[in-house]
Structures are given as structure tokens and as C-alpha cells.
């Protein structure tokens, strides 16, 4: 089992090996994505509060998450190369960085444009949706430090010892809404037990939840291919794989 | 070998005495701070109770660049003439080093300022009563300044436009402080309890104080090497 | 289409309308994006033993 786990440390084996995973992920992130926006969009009941427009939940709400989650395996690839000097967790981290960022404007557009209507405003100073775009502000953050060093070993670790100081963020985002009085809504989905959304509305989300999260898999391993041949550009492994 | 307590006071007296023979340097981001301060009254041109209303605000954010403004000096001169790398190398704990360097330059930035914020407070309209919670406010929130901002110069030391970069990295970790710290003082100044806030800003500047140090000693053997 | 209103969006198309949009342009972008980093990386690589080969 070790033996599996020190073959994740080599780069050969990660660039194989994202080749072979990207068409899946991108299928299946295909399948779960187009079920989803088609069910959410056209088959899906509207909301006898919101109507038509709690729809945006199917985008919003998976973008959100993948911000969030985005930015956690970011920071933990940064500390797993910085504490066990594996480098290709720096280049999981380089790739992961500007996929997360995107995710987080969409969030934040999104939520800009579902705030309108729900509550009456493109934008409110409130506890998530601040916390939410200092998030963006930590990804952008990141991207700069990384290529700011001639060194760009250094800038690896000073990113990624950066982008673990700012994890702090994550958990605020996720609780702000239980520990402030928050104009955004709490939890519906994550509650362990009966979530407090109908079946109907529920699944597409869900579908849309694994879709995104698919999908970053998808460009993780297209990305990461380029970051480990960044890396690694004299090895003598990258001679054969650039051949092919 | 000199246990820790000693060794940051040793730093702490080093890093006073040369911040005090360079008086100008001490007293710009004062100065930057009450300059800032004017700036919103002027270009805002509101009345007294509307100056009350944003004076929170404006007091924190101009205590805020100014603080940024005095970071970028934290290891820059010590780094340039190689002083750093020394300090890095000798037997002692560089944490202890970047602990003296962190206190010292909240001593002469953060502290410096809640000695003055009565002065820009008045200016803004600020009432008298709502005096002690700004300035433990601000207390609380440049000291935790001072320890992001030593991570984030840790990080940026001999960086072209490091500066900038710094700002970037620091000023979002700050975000958290800005809100609660203006919070304190605008529900001192409307005079419900700030206590709540208060203890948020306390909660951080512990979280801060304990975490940071190692933090920055970990990026400057990142960037020093 | 499906229903009525699927497009109006009982009137708030041009908040969902435009939502979904964004979504497929980031996703898009990632795509594209990541290509064109792979496919950058791969020449540079191409280039760089290229280089090493002819110094030999």
C-alpha cells in the first residue's frame, strides 16, 4: 500500500497517470453536470418563495463549495511538500491555485446576481460574502507571491507556506452563517440527516456538487502534467514522455 | 546560550535603539497615519455626525497602511547588509529574532498610535467615552498586525516590489481585524457593548501571537536560505 | 420550451440566464486555459532538450 502512496511522489508516474484520468473525469464531470443543469433548469419544480430564479443554487452553490474546497487542497499539497519535500505537491498546488480562483468569482458573481433579486441588492458587507471575497483576494495573493522569486523552488514554498497561513479563512467562511446574524442563508444541504430542501430540487444540486468536483479533477490533471513538466524540465523521464 | 525571554529582550533593545537614532523613520508612519486621517474629512466634506459615523472606519484603515508602511523596513535593512543571514546562523532561535523584531516594531508603529488615536479620534468627532474601547481596539489589532505583517515581510524580504506584494498578502489577513476593530469602536461610539468584538479581536490576537512567530520563522528560512 | 416560461424564468431570466453563462465560460476558460499551459509547458520542454542535445 506504501509502495502506491510513494508512487503519487514521482512525477513520471503523475503525468501518466493524469493522462489516463483526464478523459474520465471529463466524461463523467460531462454526464453529472449536463444531468444536473438539465434538471435543475427545465424539470425541477420552482420555489414557492423564490421561483424561478432559486435555479442559480445549481451553479452558486456548487461554485461556492468548490472555492472552499479548492483552496483546502491547495493549502494541503503546499504543507505536504513543504513538510516532506515532495515536489509534486507544490506543482498540485500551482495547478489547483487559478482553478480555485476562477470558481470563487464565479461564486461570487453568481451570488452577486442571485443576491439581486432574493434580496434586493447586488452586494451586501456581510460576514460570508466578505469572507468569500477575501478569498479571492488570498488566491490572488498566492499567484503573485509564487512567481515573484527568481528562484522558483523558493516561490513554491513561500506560496505554499502563504496559502497555509490563510486557510484560517475557510473554516470563517463556512461557519460565518451560524456565527453571525448573516443575510445569507445557513445550511440546507450539509446538515447531517434530513436536508431542508425537497428531493426534486435536491439532486441536481447534488449532481452538480460531483459534476464540479469532477471537473476540477479533469483540469487538475491537465494542469498538473504542465506544472510537473515545469518542474522537472532536465529529468531524463520527461526526454521519453515529451516524445510521445 | 540565552534562554528566549532574554534573548528577545536583547532584541527588543537592539531593534528600539536603532529605530530611535533614525528619528524620521520612526515618526513618518505617524505622521502618514494622522495625514490619512485628514484626508477622508477633507474629501468628504460631511458633517460632524456623519464624520462620527465613518470615523471607525477611517481610523482603522489609515492605522492599518500606515502600519503596512513601517513593514517593509522590518528585515530590509537587516537583510540588505547581510545582518539577517547572521542572526540566522548563529545558535539562536530565530524565532526569538523575529519575536524581538515583531514586538519592537508594534512598540514604535501599533503602540505609537493608540497613543495618539485621542488626538485623531477628537478630529473625527469621535466622543471622549468611546476613548478606551478604540484604543484597546487598536491595541489588540496592531499588535496581530505586526505578526501578519512579519510573515508577510518574511515572505517578501529582497523581493523587487516586494512592497506591493506585501500589501497584497497582508491587507486580506487583515480584513477580519478591520471589521471587528471598526465594529468595536463604532458600538463604543453609538454606545451599545463592544465587548463581543472585543473579545473576537482578543481571540485573534492570541491566535496571531501564538501561530505567527513560527510562521515567519518558516518563511524567512524559506527566503533567507 | 420544456415549460412555459423556461425562458422568461417565471421573469428572472436576466439573472438566471446570465448565471449559467458565467458558469460555462469559467469552465470554459479552465479548460482552454489548462490546455494551453500543458501544450506551453510541452514545447518549452521540447525546446529546452533540444538545446541540451545540440550543446552536447
Redesign the interface.
Given at each position: 500500500m506504501w509502495t502506491w502512496f510513494y508512487r503519487l511522489a514521482s512525477p513520471p508516474f503523475v503525468y501518466r497517470v493524469a493522462a489516463t484520468l483526464t478523459p474520465w473525469f471529463l466524461g463523467l464531470a460531462a454526464l453529472t453536470i449536463g444531468y444536473g443543469v438539465i434538471d435543475g433548469l427545465a424539470f425541477a419544480p420552482p420555489d414557492y418563495q423564490q421561483g424561478d430564479a432559486f435555479r442559480i443554487i445549481y451553479v452558486h452553490v456548487p461554485a461556492a463549495w468548490l472555492s472552499t474546497f479548492c483552496y483546502t487542497i491547495m493549502a494541503a499539497a503546499g504543507a505536504v511538500a513543504l513538510i516532506w519535500r515532495i515536489k509534486v505537491g507544490h506543482a498540485v498546488a500551482a495547478a489547483t491555485a487559478p482553478i480555485g480562483a476562477s470558481f470563487t468569482l464565479l461564486a461570487l458573481v453568481t451570488g452577486s446576481l442571485w443576491g439581486r433579486p432574493m434580496w434586493g441588492t447586488y452586494w451586501a458587507w456581510d460576514p460570508r460574502l466578505t469572507s468569500e471575497l477575501i478569498l479571492l483576494f488570498l488566491y490572488v495573493g498566492i499567484m503573485s507571491l509564487r512567481p515573484a522569486f527568481d528562484d522558483p523552488a523558493r516561490g513554491d514554498r513561500a506560496a505554499a507556506l502563504l496559502s497555509v497561513v490563510g486557510v484560517v479563512n475557510v473554516p470563517i467562511i463556512h461557519y460565518s452563517v451560524v456565527w453571525w446574524n448573516s443575510l445569507h442563508q445557513g445550511a440546507t444541504v450539509a446538515k447531517l440527516g434530513k436536508p431542508s430542501i425537497a428531493g426534486s430540487m435536491l439532486w441536481p444540486l447534488l449532481s452538480m456538487f460531483v459534476g464540479f468536483m469532477l471537473f476540477y479533477g479533469a483540469v487538475l490533471c491537465i494542469r498538473l502534467r504542465g506544472e510537473v513538466l515545469v518542474r522537472e524540465r532536465q529529468a531524463a523521464w520527461v526526454r521519453e514522455a515529451v516524445k510521445s | 546560550m540565552t534562554g528566549p525571554l532574554h534573548g528577545i529582550s536583547i532584541l527588543l533593545r537592539r531593534e528600539l535603539l536603532l529605530s530611535f537614532r533614525r528619528p524620521d523613520q520612526l515618526l513618518q508612519p505617524l505622521v502618514f497615519f494622522l495625514i490619512v486621517t485628514t484626508l477622508f474629512p477633507l474629501g468628504l466634506s460631511v458633517q460632524l455626525s456623519l464624520l462620527r459615523e465613518m470615523a471607525p472606519g477611517v481610523l482603522w484603515v489609515a492605522a492599518l497602511l500606515s502600519s503596512l508602511l513601517s513593514l517593509e523596513s522590518l528585515f530590509k535593512s537587516d537583510a540588505d547588509d547581510g545582518t539577517l543571514e547572521q542572526m540566522a546562523l548563529s545558535g539562536q532561535s530565530l524565532t526569538v529574532i523575529v519575536a524581538g523584531k515583531a514586538v519592537a516594531h508594534w512598540l514604535v508603529s501599533g503602540a505609537a498610535l493608540v497613543v495618539i488615536s485621542p488626538v485623531v479620534g477628537t478630529a473625527l468627532a469621535i466622543p471622549a467615552s468611546a476613548f478606551g474601547t478604540m484604543m484597546v481596539s487598536l491595541a489588540l489589532g496592531t499588535l496581530t498586525l505586526s505578526w501578519l505583517g512579519a510573515i508577510g515581510a518574511a515572505l517578501t524580504v529582497g523581493l523587487k516590489r516586494g512592497n506591493v506584494l506585501l500589501s497584497l498578502i497582508v491587507l486580506p489577513l487583515a480584513m477580519p481585524l478591520l471589521i471587528f476593530g471598526a465594529g468595536a469602536t463604532d458600538r463604543a461610539i453609538s454606545g451599545t457593548s463592544a465587548a463581543g468584538a472585543l473579545y473576537w479581536l482578543g481571540a485573534l490576537c492570541v491566535l496571531t501571537c501564538t501561530l505567527a512567530p513560527f510562521a515567519a520563522t518558516a518563511a524567512l528560512r524559506i527566503t533567507l536560505e | 420550451m420544456?415549460?412555459d416560461?423556461?425562458w422568461s424564468?417565471?421573469?428572472?431570466a436576466r439573472?438566471?440566464w446570465?448565471?449559467?453563462g458565467?458558469?460555462l465560460a469559467?469552465?470554459s476558460?479552465?479548460?482552454w486555459?489548462?490546455?494551453r499551459?500543458?501544450a506551453?509547458?510541452?514545447r518549452?520542454?521540447?525546446r529546452?532538450?533540444a538545446m541540451?542535445e545540440s550543446e552536447r
Open positions: - | - | 420544456i415549460r416560461g423556461f424564468m417565471g421573469g428572472y439573472f438566471v446570465p448565471c449559467f458565467a458558469a469559467v469552465l476558460w479552465n479548460l486555459a489548462a490546455r499551459f500543458l506551453a509547458a510541452r518549452r520542454s521540447v529546452v532538450m541540451a
